[in-house]
């Protein structure tokens, strides 16, 4: 038995999550800008993380393959796999994809290896079994799976990242024809002869001239059988996208000298004319060959895959490719080559519907070059070793990838499936099978209920993007948008007067006399499928926006956050049928003209069905009574769908007539969407659910109590799904939804049981509290009222440009978040207590009370428990205080990053947190002091939390007059504190990173051109420290005196670093000034910094103290800089300041250093001149101030053990 028309009938695509940009990089490499992008054509390049292989990604894109086209594993007969990225010297890929095919181990092939064309070779091996005698009449698999890396330098660019699968069968969609040619050759252009490195070794100019020779030999073997390519389209191997453009050109320029036509060009002027021959072909080459290089300029070279990918892009990029005749050239380095056409017989349509490329690809994460530079490194010098575990983020993989969990001591590789799988990924089940939709939701439910292994991460994530949003609400509406507009990159100016002309206006509704806007806020914590949210939220009733972030924060914090799942977006049109005399008849007839009516309504939205979508189905629903419904299913894509359903129904509905012969009454789509359904769902521990004075297995019991007086009682059940929709329909309002369409068809779902019920639930398994609300929602991202009002594109980016689908999953989520609060208050404290609070605005607005004094109205309402007029005006009468706050100077930068701090100090009676937006010329990056990544290595160096809490508990044994501070000003106290030795440490180590640079910024103020890429970020962070140490002291020190002496002891700390850095050089050319270097040296410290601090809490203030505190300052900065340079001195320090050090140099000891009598000597030297200093302060220094030389010795020997 042999097969005929053999080819690819199927393919898919898998490539990483993450990638990096090729711009980007040209910035980081410090190259000239367009090197990559221009010269060698690239945009993107997909990368993977340790917990990737070439064996996960082998294994995701067959098991996509296998689903997507629902084909039985026990139906393959061959598996041929095509990589040139070994894991194993033995040990193949093809063995590691066994485990997918169960009991089914009659399967023929192995993997073939040849540098890139290991992959063509195994396409041709199946399709030769499948012609031959060997046959047993089942299909074939080809997989193509790799990885390709480069040393660090301008190769690395060429790398990238992808596995392609094909499913070989008789009569397939591309037949392969039987006339190909191939190229063999021994040559070292590129080979891998080092097993301790997956880093090629590469002759460059050598592989380009070996794939153009590949190239000239096999088509003009192929012109010896036939004179004519007669090609539709190109597809080449991509090592980048230059060369497939040289390899097109070059292919012309054959054509040409077979064909004798002249054109100027010849073999020997090639290199030199590329360009004219580019404008020459230029036609043929934009429309044959620019659109099979999609993946490859986004994804970069994927060796093995690259040629196929090119096939994937012409499919995506092209309406259809039936009856077209597409030329693959594969390359081999080595080297290995063969030129054949694929002929196209079936429609490509459904292929490109079921890879849904563009949505992947937008899905996918850029990394900033840093990261992806850091990640590099760790994979250089992990490569090839044993006992590693991975544990990736939900994020960083797409639902349902395979990753890699381990590699054991004997270098054995457990593989896992993303557990994310049932949540996130959009369903191919039809849509219509109740019972499939069913168990999708239950296997939902069932993972949750069994989560969680990731929670301690998820939530230091959910954490960590908090921070920023730390203290939102005390904020002004300028502060709001300010961080708004450097954070996520907004334009905020439709948000200052609600983006929507009174123009525009006019042109929307009839009659229009004029616009009434809602009040715009953020909701804020929530954690969606693990990814963290802040959710534009439109809405008129105080409370709610406040109540769903309590809600979202709780239950990210107890929990994992919301995990959802959404049905495709289906919407149902329906053609009324009348007189209907047999609806048996009506059925059959309807039933067997399917597809003609799939494929009339079709006509009628050809755009839609471009992106994936349009009519999928047709049912008829008897309504008894002479009436039946004929219902029209379509994948509206990323629209509501409104306005498109009614277009098809209209120009479907006289070809139903004439079908059926039934008079046809309305076509209208319906609000009901039941085949375009949401769900969201959270676990919590019970016992992290304490509230106000309960604990949380109180709040539990007494919220699901209040949960079933919903169930049993249809008054308490409408009240209860408002509380639902108060959330739902203020998204639905902020991101332009038709909320009245959202409404009627959630009141129809709760009514679907001919009882009107509640719409989420809740319950209690395994000490986990459970809500879940599904609901069916149609919304959309595109169309509608969106494009009549700017304001709504901002808002959307906000939340990521989301597809309808994600967009319907955070509205649920936040519904689920608003019923949440609402029980919970309800069943705690009574709506009213937490109600009232922010109705309070409301009063104070109301009363005349001016905008920036309304927050203080309200909290002296609320500790008053008084909340009317009355109240307001007497605080109004009380309130003698004003104050503005500047707007922060500076000139607006192209990329504005964060830092956050969370300090825990010994002594402070809370947390003092810093969050702090700065301007850089960077890729934008978020900043945490408590992170150990190697950004913040080299901007903090290995001072982290801990040596901070030390550092404080030291300083408050020396406190200047304890008993005088008063609480209101010990956290600003401390705050400046810490901002002064943040400070500190970041100019410090900028100048030890990059002395020159760091020094022209700090004295000239001048942009810091080149250099490291963290110097740049550490400068400017400390560029911004600086200004908000100067704006607290501005707006709170009432002392003009001490704030000017606090600024100019926070100058002398940052000169003195410069100055010890000078003469340490000095010092290298035998220039010494130990007296100089001693009083630089010693602001290192700090210390008559933190006593100028406390003098902020000084009830009775005396500018004559600041004398006092400078020469006791400087005493006890002398005496820890000796105490602390020898205790850290070792040979290791020449690099940086160091006064021990510098003083054996200058004396010629270095080597003596660790000798006692030298550092004794050295201790004498310098202890006459601190007794000095000493007896001069012991003169002038007042009581207040006289035990505080004591406790600093204390201090000093508890922080830093001396050497003597």
């Keep these: 038995m042999k097969a005929t028309n053999v080819g690819i009938e199927a393919i898919e695509i898998y490539f990483p999550k993450t990638y990096v940009n090729q711009t980007e990089l040209e910035l980081f490499d410090n190259v000239s800008q367009g090197k ?108 193509c799976t790799d990885i390709a890396v480069y040393a660090k330098g301008s190769a690395r660019t060429t790398g990238g990242a992808g596995a392609v699968a094909m499913l070989i069968a008789p009569n397939a969609t591309f037949t392969l024809e039987p006339i190909r040619t191939t190229y063999m050759k021994d040559n070292y252009d590129f080979y891998k002869p080092n097993f301790q490195s997956e880093y090629p070794t590469v002759d460059g100019q050598l592989s380009i001239q070996s794939y153009l020779q590949s190239i000239d030999n096999c088509i003009q073997a192929y012109f010896k059988k036939n004179n004519n390519l007669n090609a539709d389209f190109y597809c080449f191997h991509s090592p980048f996208h230059k060369m497939v453009q040289k390899s097109f050109l070059r292919i012309k320029l054959n054509e040409s000298f077979v064909q004798k036509v002249e054109t100027g060009f010849t073999f020997q002027n090639f290199n030199g004319k590329q360009s004219q021959m ?40 092209q309406d259809d490719l039936i009856n077209k005749r597409i030329m693959m050239f594969s390359y081999g380095s080595g080297c290995a080559a063969s030129l054949f056409f694929l002929k196209c017989n079936k429609s490509t349509t459904i292929l490109k519907q079921k890879m849904k490329l563009q949505e992947r690809l937008q899905q996918r994460i850029r990394i900033p070059c840093i990261e992806y530079d850091h990640i590099m490194q760790q994979r250089e010098i992990n490569y090839n070793k044993n006992s590693q575990q991975y544990q990736p983020k939900q994020v960083d993989l797409y639902p349902g990838t395979f990753y890699l969990k381990s590699i054991d001591e004997k270098y054995r590789r457990e593989y896992l499936v993303h557990k994310q799988l049932e949540l996130n990924q959009t369903s191919n089940m039809i849509v219509f099978d109740d019972s499939k939709a069913i168990n999708k939701i239950q296997q939902i439910r069932d993972q949750i209920n069994n989560n969680n292994n990731d929670q301690n991460t998820q939530q230091q994530s959910q954490k960590q993007y908090n921070q920023l949003w730390t203290g939102f609400y005390k ?99 329906q053609i009324q049928l009348l007189d209907i005399q047999n609806f048996s008849k009506i059925e059959c007839l309807i039933d ?41 299913f379509i994948n509206v894509c990323d629209s509501m769908g409104a306005n498109l359903v009614n277009t098809v129904l209209e120009f479907i509905a006289p070809l139903i007539a004439e079908i059926t012969g039934a008079r046809v009454g309305i076509k209208i789509l319906t609000n009901l969407c039941m085949n375009r359904k949401v769900t969201a769902q959270f676990s919590i521990d019970i016992d992290k659910m304490n509230y106000k004075s309960l604990n949380g297995k109180e709040v539990a019991k007494l ?116 019923n949440f609060a609402a029980l919970r208050a309800l069943a705690v404290e009574g709506i009213q207590k937490g109600h009232m609070t922010l109705h309070a605005r409301n009063i104070a607005i109301a009363s005349g009370i001016p905008e920036h004094l309304v927050d203080e109205a309200v909290l002296f309402m609320k500790n008053r428990n008084s909340f009317n007029k009355q109240t307001a005006l007497e605080f109004l009468k009380a309130y003698n205080i004003f104050y503005e706050i500047g707007k922060a100077k500076g000139k607006q930068m192209k990329a504005f990053c964060t830092f956050s701090g969370s300090f825990d ?82 100019s410090f180590n900028m100048l030890s990173l990059d002395f020159d640079r760091s020094k022209n910024f700090i004295l000239n103020q001048k942009p810091c051109l080149g250099g490291a890429v963290s110097l740049k970020y550490g400068l400017s962070l400390m560029n911004e420290l600086i200004h908000i140490f100067e704006y607290n002291i501005d707006q709170f020190i009432g002392f003009p005196e001490l704030r000017q002496a606090l600024m100019a002891e926070l100058n002398n700390i940052i000169l003195a670093h410069i100055k010890s850095f000078e003469l340490l050089q000095q010092a290298k050319q035998g220039q010494f000034n130990c007296d100089e270097f ?54 290791s320090t020449l ?70």
Excluded at 1153 to 1161: E, Q, R, T, V, Y
């Design 278 to 317: 580019l404008k020459f072909y230029q036609n043929d080459w934009l429309n044959k060959a620019f659109p099979s290089c999609l993946l490859s300029r986004e994804l970069g070279n994927i060796y093995t895959g690259a040629l196929y990918a090119g096939l994937i892009s012409l499919i995506e990029t």
């Design 905 to 986: 100090l010994i002594d402070t009676q809370e947390k003092v947190d810093l969050h702090v937006v700065f301007e850089c010329d960077q890729n934008k990056i978020n900043l945490n002091y408590a992170d150990d990544s190697t950004i913040n290595r080299q901007i903090f160096g290995l001072k982290g939390q801990e040596w901070l809490k030390n550092l404080f508990s030291v300083l408050n044994t020396v406190k200047i007059n304890r008993e005088a501070e008063l609480y209101k000003q010990n956290n600003l106290t401390s705050k400046l504190k810490l901002l002064a030795i943040l400070i500190n440490l970041l």
């Design 1078 to 1131: 001693l009083s630089s040296r010693q602001k290192r410290l700090c210390c008559t910094m933190m006593l100028l601090c406390d003098c902020i809490s000084l009830k009775n203030f005396n500018p004559s103290i600041i004398q006092e505190i400078k020469l006791l300052g400087r005493v006890i900065e002398i005496q820890m800089t000796l105490t602390r340079d020898t205790q850290k001195w070792n040979k």
């Design 592 to 632: 067997s003209n399917r597809q003609t009516i799939i494929n009339r309504g079709n006509q009628a939205c050809q755009s839609m069905v471009k992106r994936g979508g349009g009519v999928e189905d047709v049912k008829c629903r008897n309504l008894n009574k002479g009436q039946c419904s004929v219902d029209i």
């Design 1135 to 1204: 690099s940086e300041p160091n006064m021990y050090t510098y003083w054996l140099i200058a004396n010629q000891k270095l080597i003596l250093g660790d000798n006692k009598d030298i550092l004794a000597s050295f201790y004498n030297e310098h202890n006459r001149f601190l007794l000095s200093l000493i007896q001069e302060l012991e003169k002038n220094i007042t009581p207040q101030l006289g035990h505080l030389k004591d406790q600093a010795m204390n201090a000093i020997q508890l922080f830093y053990k001396p050497r003597l």
């Design 475 to 573: 904020k002004t509406i300028q502060q709001r948008l300010d961080q708004l507009e450097k954070t996520m990159n907004v334009n905020v100016e439709p948000f200052k007067d609600g983006g929507l002309s009174l123009q525009n206006a006019n042109l929307m509704v009839e009659n229009c006399i004029g616009k009434i806007s809602y009040p715009l806020g953020l909701g804020l914590n929530f954690l969606i499928n693990n990814q963290c949210y802040s959710v534009p939220m439109a809405i008129e009733e105080p409370s709610v926006i406040a109540a769903a972030s309590a809600a979202a924060k709780t239950i990210s914090e107890a929990g994992i956050g919301f995990q959802t799942y959404s049905s495709r977006p289906i919407m149902m049109g």
């Design 703 to 818: 919220m699901l109590e209040a949960y079933q007086f919903a169930e049993l009682d249809i008054y308490r059940a409408v009240t209860h799904n408002k509380g639902i929709i108060n959330g739902i329909e203020a998204v639905c309002n902020a991101t332009g939804q038709d909320a009245r369409a959202v409404n009627a068809s959630l009141h129809g779902y709760a009514s679907m049981n001919g009882q009107y019920k509640p719409l989420s639930s809740y319950k209690i398994v395994d000490n986990k509290f459970i809500g879940e609300l599904t609901v069916p929602i149609s919304v959309g991202t595109q169309g509608g009222v969106l494009p009549q009002n700017p304001l709504y594109s901002q808002i959307l980016s906000i939340l990521d440009y989301p597809d309808s689908q994600k967009l319907a999953e955070i509205i649920v989520s936040v519904g689920l978040a608003s």
């Design 36 to 143: 990559y992008t221009v010269g060698l054509g690239q945009v993107n390049m997909a990368f993977v993380r340790p917990f990737e292989d070439v064996n996960t990604m082998a294994l995701t894109v067959v098991t996509n393959l296998l689903e997507k086209y629902q084909i039985n594993p026990a139906l393959i007969g061959r598996l041929e796999v095509g990589t040139e990225s070994l894991l194993d010297k033995s040990k193949s890929t093809k063995t590691t994809l066994m485990r997918l095919f169960g009991e089914n181990t009659n399967i023929e092939g192995v993997t073939s290896i040849n540098a890139c064309y290991g992959g063509t070779n195994a396409l041709f091996n199946t399709i030769n079994w499948m012609q031959s005698d060997a046959w047993d009449g089942r299909l074939g698999l080809v997989v």
